[in-house]
DNA sequence: AAGCGATGTCTTCACGTGATGACATACACC
DNA sequence: GGTGTATGTCATCACGTGAAGACATCGCTT
């Protein structure tokens, strides 16, 4: 039933540990941010020896790195749909589910970001939203600009949301958050010119 | 000049060393976020023994609720302007310019916010944010729900917009940002009834 | 000018963290 | 079955941090 049958099931198994701390990773990282999130809670977490962070991924950061790349790769999934709403329907319920994107985190950290990080965003973002969202408003001067601005939009909902400071904000039901937010976006999508 | 002339200016002045650890203590909670400021780089950038947080605070997570309250005291200045463009300029303004706000930092953590911190957030942005927008969008039901969706918006811009992961934003004059907002504003103001 | 409280300096401590490497054990291959 | 490599476990280290407290010095009050 698995990919390669030449290797049956083992107790030890370094792609299903690699895979544990990935996940537990994200998850941590997601929840606490990378400064909270100690190797050894995520070890706990992944049922697995903190060492074995080292051993992987060589240390705590680079083990962040392949948390966002393996983000990276999620994103990829699912189809091109350039139309606003359903962007920011997909958008706001990956992010609602508490799936783990630490990306977000990095988006929405104050923090002025290296290079590095302004490319990961980029990469994430891209295929599911910046893209779709580009071809959405138009391909005039601004439309990277409002393409921007629509993910700025989800994320300050979907992070305010999450941490309960936005009381309204938190207690609404997604359906009639997405019907409050489907004016702006249809605003978005006319642009400044049309009054 | 001062306001108590009984107490001439002193060369050991609890009151300026007070407040230049509040100030340096809010610029870098603003700057690094409260885990990685620390409190030696606080007092080294105030000009100033670190021990002293301990003697007028009593501790780093004590400072750093004093420079919220301080950024609440802040926040009470100002006219009332009931003017959801009004409004966005203000809060664009203030947090372009790296005024050092914490409180942006607690309202864009995706970390679920205990009560004591959905509070703070309450009383430093309801009498300059909130309070304006609810009464700029008209009193229905969901007055609240769009004054915290104006507010969301904006900290995802402001948020997204420092840190530079959106280049676009990064790089565009507030000026034509706020061309580009415009459109959002007002269909926030007209709401989802309205087609 | 002397005493005393307010203010500031310096040293030291305890703790949690990420990292490292020696050691143990399971699995695959012959 | 024996052997070597892959995988996992454990003890320990070095470092940075927040905190505490002993000590020094300033300046007000009388």
Aim: glycine fraction near 8%.
């Amino acid at each position: 039933m698995s990919a390669t049958s030449s290797r049956p099931a083992r107790k030890r198994d370094a792609e299903a540990t690699r895979r544990a701390l990935l996940d537990a990773g994200g998850a941590l990282f997601d929840e606490r941010g990378y400064e909270r999130a100690t190797i050894r809670e995520i070890g706990e977490r992944a049922g697995v020896d903190p060492a074995l962070i080292a051993r992987y991924f060589g240390s705590k950061e680079a083990l962040y790195l392949a948390v966002l790349a393996d983000e990276e790769r999620a994103a990829r999934r699912g189809p091109f749909v350039a139309d606003l709403h359903a962007i920011a329907e997909r958008v706001l319920t990956r992010w609602d589910r508490s799936d783990s994107s630490p990306v977000r985190r990095v988006i929405a950290d104050p923090t002025p970001a290296g290079a590095e990080w302004r490319e990961i965003v980029r990469r994430v973002m891209e295929p599911g939203v910046l893209g779709p969202a580009r071809e959405a408003v138009g391909d005039g001067a601004d439309a990277e600009l409002r393409a921007e601005l629509l993910l700025a939009l989800l994320v300050g909902i979907s992070v305010t949301r999450a941490n309960g400071t936005m009381p309204a904000l938190h207690d609404v039901s997604r359906e009639e958050l997405l019907r409050q937010v489907a004016p702006l976006l249809d605003a978005l999508r006319a642009g400044p010119g049309a009054e």
